[in-house]
């Protein structure tokens, strides 16, 4: 199923910001109440849940980066931090890329 103008523009706007729906979601064009709402829906989306796999496996194409590397960059994060809150989210940071804290946000 062919994706339409906004949803093509929500991919490349959490690509950029996925910490943030509701900034990806207004910044692809979307208006209304719930912008939450609104990415959970197209979240679901399974063109959408490929264009995001796809981006994503571009980028680290383009970018030659591995998942060992970037568990080693956490990790001197970590290691390295002086905030507890810094060395928290590289904890987490590490958990979801080796899977044991999913994003359910692609669920």
Do not use: C
Not at 15 to 30: C, E, F, R, T, W
Not at 39 to 47: D, I, R, S
């Amino acid at each position: 199923m062919a994706l339409n103008a906004r949803q093509e523009a929500f991919i490349n706007e959490y690509i950029n910001h996925p910490d943030s729906l509701a900034k990806a979601v207004q910044a692809a064009g979307y208006r209304n109440k719930n912008p939450h709402a609104t990415a959970a829906t197209l979240l679901k989306h399974p063109a959408i849940q490929e264009g995001i796999r796809r981006q994503r496996e571009r980028l680290r194409d383009t970018h030659q980066v591995t998942r060992d590397q970037l568990a080693i960059m956490l990790l001197e994060t970590y290691h390295t931090a002086e905030r507890v809150s810094d060395r928290l989210e590289a904890i987490r940071q590490l958990a979801v890329l080796y899977g044991f804290w999913p994003d359910a946000r692609l669920r």
